[in-house]
Structure formats: structure tokens, C-alpha cells
């Protein structure tokens, strides 16, 4: 099992930055792909980031140039920096891992990001 636990969100104004975390913990491995889901009320649930285990990143063209993902395997812990934040970007969003094999996909609880003035 992969217990996952986000941090980080909060209210923030808009163009303002946030950066959230999610620390895993239990059978991770560096091989697990990594990433960030959000999901504001009335919308479908949108893949924000990935990163697999050798760095590769991919992200959603709504936050290119906006958002960093990166991962420390160290700490089992990936990161994702938000910048430039939009009303738009308002959510909540929570972090995932897959194993090796994407068979198996584990979830965080999610945290909330609010962008408001």
C-alpha cells in the first residue's frame, strides 16, 4: 500500500504563487509515475502535471509556463509550483502515484487552492 499526503494549499490572490507537496509513504518507489489532478466544482477532474520516475514531465496546456512539477525520490515527495495563479485555477487538487506496471493508482485526500481577490 501507498499513503499519500498533500500540503500546501491555501487562498491566494490572483498572480500570486503557491507551492503544493505530496509526501508518499509505504511501497513507493522511485519507479512510480507521480502527478497532480484538480477538480473545480461543476468540471470534470483535469490531469494539471506528471512526472515519471526518470524526470520526464507533461502538463496540461492550461498551466504551461505557469506550473512546475518535480520530484524528490530521497523524500518519496513531488512538488508542484504554481505561479502566475488565475481565478481559473481554483480547485481542489490532488496528488497520485502509479506503480510500475499502471495497474495500480493511489490518491491523496486533496488540498484546496483558492485563487480570489
Known amino acids: 500500500q501507498v499513503q499519500l499526503v498533500e500540503s500546501g494549499g491555501g487562498l491566494v490572490q490572483p498572480g500570486g504563487s503557491l507551492r503544493l507537496s505530496c509526501a508518499a509513504s509505504?511501497?513507493?518507489?522511485?519507479?512510480?509515475?507521480m502527478g497532480w489532478y484538480r477538480q473545480a466544482p461543476g468540471k470534470q477532474r483535469e490531469l494539471v502535471a506528471s512526472?515519471?520516475?526518470?524526470?520526464?514531465?507533461n502538463y496540461a496546456d492550461s498551466v504551461k509556463g505557469r506550473f512546475t512539477i518535480s520530484r524528490d525520490n530521497a523524500k518519496n515527495t513531488v512538488y508542484l509550483q504554481m505561479k502566475s495563479l488565475k481565478p481559473e485555477d481554483t480547485a481542489v487538487y490532488s496528488c497520485?502515484?502509479?506503480?510500475?506496471?499502471?495497474?495500480?493508482?493511489?490518491w491523496g485526500q486533496g488540498t484546496q487552492v483558492t485563487v480570489s481577490s
Open positions: 497520485y502515484a502509479d506503480n510500475p506496471t499502471g495497474w495500480v493508482r493511489y
Open positions: 509505504g511501497r513507493i518507489s522511485s519507479a512510480y509515475t
Open positions: 512526472i515519471i520516475s526518470g524526470g520526464s514531465t
